[in-house]
């Protein structure tokens, strides 16, 4: 069969124009930054890959939407349209909108767990961890191994290792655990899917023990094509099903509504134990606000039920896969070692294989996302030590996973972007000797690496400039 080209399942109706940026002028906007991609200003960024989070570009219908925001205080139509929306896509029988995901992840931890009780979980992820640290809780790791082995290809590196989750119901007794955390696409791994198989083998055994499944939704429709795509039995089902499916065996989600649901902000926590929604929705209004718009405007509910509609649209879903899968596959074949498979909403570079040269001490996912910026203007984002932070006795954390992750935003970029942002990875993978490691100069308390400051431990820079100034980007 002859091959035939893809193409993005939209066109573009409103530009926003892009800013080139000389080498000189990214040299100092990383020093002013303190190498830090999260520092930079959005203006001296070219292609932006920190996050896929809030970063959609919303379709024609949830920007008309925004106009028909009612903005009462108490009440809000947009508010009963979204839960609406909630419970025909996910299936929840309660509905309690937040300005974000951790904003649901706080009321959830605060009614969940009693201090000293343990939150296992399908890794960490760094909000979600510091709600259930915050409420006294502990969290377990109880992913399977493959999920820490950068170059493993399982295809369900997200999966629950149930040996790790019945050792630790036996150890401590299942009165220990105040609930299982259940991500799925797993971010910190790499974007990598659970199976449906090991979802409800996984809930099963939880709720033999009385143990609550709650959900981390955020990344739940890309994990539902990946069931579609790779799970024996799922394939002629459709994305909605699957969704709702998934969702049928846990006792409720929390909700970034800033990745899945199409929209710049919000989120929700959602459950089906009525009492438990009562003592949320009273812990909302000290913090996020009314129980009728949870910190959002009437407008963004609206613009969110329908981008909670669109996200389950097999199209959109095969397409934004399909473009991480396109970027994914050009690295590849120039050799440069990323996580594998290649995951939902990204991908994650394996810095410590990249940059073999350097400590982890001198944290080489920083660097390296320091000297992608310096080539391009490209931002990424670290997802390693830095990242982790520090243990309870206060040593550096050094996970095994050191990644450099280029998130795509949905429906932004162009498989142009996508060219340009590979042939930058690859100009950095040809010179990845002469990349410097970095030194933290300063380290905030909590979640230190949104706003952790660094300097090169060698000479002015991460990466020298090429020799011949011509010969470098001019992007
Ligand atoms: N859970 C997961 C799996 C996430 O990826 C995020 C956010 C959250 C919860 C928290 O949601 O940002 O709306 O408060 N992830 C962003 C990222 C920050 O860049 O991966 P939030």
């Not at 990349?435 to 952790?452: K, S």
Request: aromatic fraction near 8%; hydrophobic fraction near 40%; charged fraction near 25%.
């Amino acid at each position: 069969m002859k091959k035939r080209s893809w193409a993005e399942p939209w066109k573009i109706k409103m530009v926003e124009p892009l800013r080139m940026t000389s080498r000189q002028t990214r040299e100092r906007a990383l020093a002013e930054a303190g190498y830090n991609t999260f520092l930079l200003r959005s203006e001296d960024v070219y292609i932006d890959l920190l996050t896929d989070s809030g970063t959609s570009a919303m379709s024609d219908r949830q920007w008309a939407a925004l106009m028909l925001g009612d903005e009462a205080y108490a009440g809000s139509r947009n508010y009963y349209d979204l839960e609406q929306a909630m419970r025909d896509v996910y299936g929840y029988s309660e509905f309690i909108p937040t300005h974000q995901g951790r904003g649901a992840e706080y009321l959830l931890s605060q009614l969940m767990i009693e201090p000293g009780q343990f939150v296992p979980g399908n890794m960490y992820f760094t909000t979600t961890r510091y709600h259930q640290e915050l409420a006294g809780g502990r969290f377990v790791d109880v992913i399977v191994d493959e999920a820490h082995d950068p170059s493993s290809t399982f295809p369900f590196k997200g999966n629950v290792c149930l040996n790790k989750l019945q050792g630790l119901i036996d150890e401590h007794g299942a009165g220990k655990i105040a609930y299982l955390s259940l991500e799925t696409n797993v971010n910190m791994a790499g974007g990598q899917p659970c199976s449906m198989k090991n979802i409800k083998a996984t809930c099963d055994l939880c709720h033999q023990h009385g143990i609550p499944v709650f959900l981390d939704a955020t990344r739940c429709v890309e994990n539902a094509w990946f069931i579609k795509d790779r799970e024996p039995g799922w394939a002629d089902r459709a994305i909605a099903e699957i969704v709702r499916e998934i969702c049928a065996c846990t006792d409720g989600c929390t909700m970034s509504g800033k990745k899945d649901s199409l929209v710049n902000i919000g989120g929700f926590l959602a459950v089906n134990e009525t009492k438990l929604a009562e003592e949320a929705r009273n812990l909302l209004v000290c913090h996020e606000g009314l129980h009728t718009y949870g910190g959002m405007a009437g407008r963004d509910m609206a613009a969110m039920a329908i981008g909670i509609r669109e996200s389950i649209e097999e199209d959109h879903i095969r397409s934004r896969v399909g473009q991480v899968r396109y970027l994914g596959q050009r690295l590849q074949h120039a050799g440069v070692p990323i996580v594998q498979p290649i995951g939902g909403h990204g991908i994650y570079l394996d810095a410590a294989a990249f940059l073999d040269h350097l400590p982890r001490e001198e944290f080489p996912a920083q660097a390296l996302a320091a000297a992608l910026y310096l080539d391009s203007g490209l931002r990424t984002m670290e997802r390693g030590a830095v990242s982790a932070g520090r243990d309870a006795e206060g040593n550096n954390i050094f996970p095994r996973l050191e990644l450099v992750r280029l998130t795509i935003p949905r429906r932004v970029y162009t498989q142009a972007h996508m060219d340009v942002t590979a042939e930058s990875v690859m100009e950095v993978w040809d010179r990845r000797r002469e990349v410097v490691g970095l030194r933290m100069t300063h380290e905030p308390v909590r979640l230190r690496f949104f706003q952790a400051m660094f300097s090169p431990t060698v000479g002015g820079t991460v990466l020298p400039a090429e020799s011949s100034p011509e010969s470098a980007v001019e992007c």
